[in-house]
DNA sequence: TCCCTGGACTGAAGCGCTTCACTAACGCGC
DNA sequence: GCGCGTTAGTGAAGCGCTTCAGTCCAGGGA
């Protein structure tokens, strides 16, 4: 957009030959014939101009294609109003917690930035780089760090961490009661006649302490802890497939398998299905997540369905809670799940 | 800044009851005994400090839990040194691209911005948070949006777009060469004696007017013209449902169908298969994308893969290319995709 | 008349960093 | 003993914004 207008303007516009330099709010206040304080309060929604000058201000800026500097802002203010989340790309559970946090946050007046844990990015880096970005809250998507770690992160920001359960007063909690979910699964598998019901845990992954856990009580309830066994895994496909082979190799499978999460009861699925054991004829599955995979037909599991609208938005209010008001005692807030029912479960076999 | 000397050290480094101002380099420099100058320099790893000097400096900073301040350094550079990743979390094939691009970013010391899509917070959005935190590169995984605003985001940044082809010279563009992806599906379909083989599109999305008019053209050149069918659609399982279940309502099923990428693809697979038509018995189904979901057992679906660490890789170099050099002529890389065959497709019913 | 109040607006300092232009000290060759 | 180049280091300006402390000018009591 170049000098469109008296050219006493033109200077604060022109810029050298090609290069755009982009326009600040003191272009923006040139142009209007103001100063930049005052375009400043018109950007921050504050009183203090007319509605005259505003809608010039407003008007100015748009014709220069003025964008406000972030970084700038909040090197001025000492606040960045920003809730840094760290995500893990290949959980596709979280790709809905991540809509709500945005919609979320953002009706509460906070940015949002993403950072990723890849293969080559571990989750430290991860947490740095929003630390670096000024993050004042760090919203922890499953993280996998040792506690200590998270405890050390309290005091640069406000954590609040989803979907893992923490020692208690670490730092804020957001999480799906998991033992009720595994109890009811459990429940589920013995009315339909299951007594030798195997579980493949997630090892140190977000909320596999506690299932396991429960899935140990929930077992000894029914009065089954003889039939107890607990395979080492992890929440990913391959675990569940390795998982599966070892079941196959032995002289004779479990009637059931709790698999750590729908990923690893995917994995387990796979395998069968390769190797021809009915499900649930000869075995009957139980994911946990209840993931956008589950509810396909070819697929079609039993699954214990979260609340994720539920975690998100909890999550949100729990950051900015404590933003605000700083005194609380760390949160630990739990909402139960519930057991979806499909194919992948159905009578023992005899 | 306070009076840092002498008595300041305490000061500096104290926080007022519970009140953690966090440590600025200013800091730093006064526990080191040294100007800021010196430590801005170390953490830039120029030269001009001596290996002495510059371990004391690190310590100090260590000690004083130092951490670098991204929106200053940023503001005083007037460059930000940060590539913005426009994503859609549901996208699943997108989390492969965004682990590359972190690597590929970091190795050229770039910083990496993601912004999400989401059914709350439309593309527009997504791409204006970018900007507002000063991207200087922007790297769109499958934008929707149109040409125009695309074309006008390139002059306030370096635009690289992925995964979907746009008129000639509008921007830097990395993609598969779709064309090719679907002859091959095509051609393997023939091979298997299929004649009436239709087409779930992918209406506006990413890449799908491409496959459009490589689907017309292959069938072309078998001399199946008369037997094209294109079935308006999208690039969700939804669409794919929609698009089964229009062709179950008709008398005659074709014998092979060629959905618009994976997502579509498993929408279909699942009407199918719920309607008891059996794949690749009845219908063969060939998708696109070779997602995570394309390999399991249960699903086994014949796509096309694309080379995601390809597509990633180069579409960090296009932008940090133009970054360093300005006048390269707006550049489009294509890829090509190869047919992998699983389970989803046959020869043709009699 | 004078003082006060409040609305509209401005000036300047400062956020934490980088960078340009310097200075001081130290060989080194002649 | 002089100028020279290097190395190690410093001071101050300035990035684009916010914000504190004013200024200026109505208008309204008393």
New binding site residues.
Partial sequence: MLDDRATAHADAERSPAGLH??P???D??TRA?????????I??N?????????DRVLQAADELG????RA??M?????SRTLGVLIDVHQTFQADLIGTIYAEAEAAGYEVLLSASAPSRDEHKAIEALLSHRCEGLILLGPLSEVDYLRTLADRAVVTVVGRALPHGAVDTVRTADAKGIRQSVDHLVELGHREIAHVDGGADPGSPERRRAYLAAMRRHDLSDHVRVIPGQHTEEAGVAAAHTLLAEDRLPTAVLAGNDRCAIGLLDVFTRAHVDVPGDISIVGYDDGPLAQLSRIDLTTVRQDTEGLARHAVQFAIGRLENDDLDPQDFVIDPHLVVRGTTGPARA
């Fill in positions: 330099r982009r600040t709010m003191a923006v206040a014939g103001v100063s930049r304080t005052l375009v400043s309060l950007f921050s504050k009183p203090g101009a007319s509605d005259e000058t505003r003025y964008r406000l500097d700038a802002r090197l001025a203010r000492g606040r």
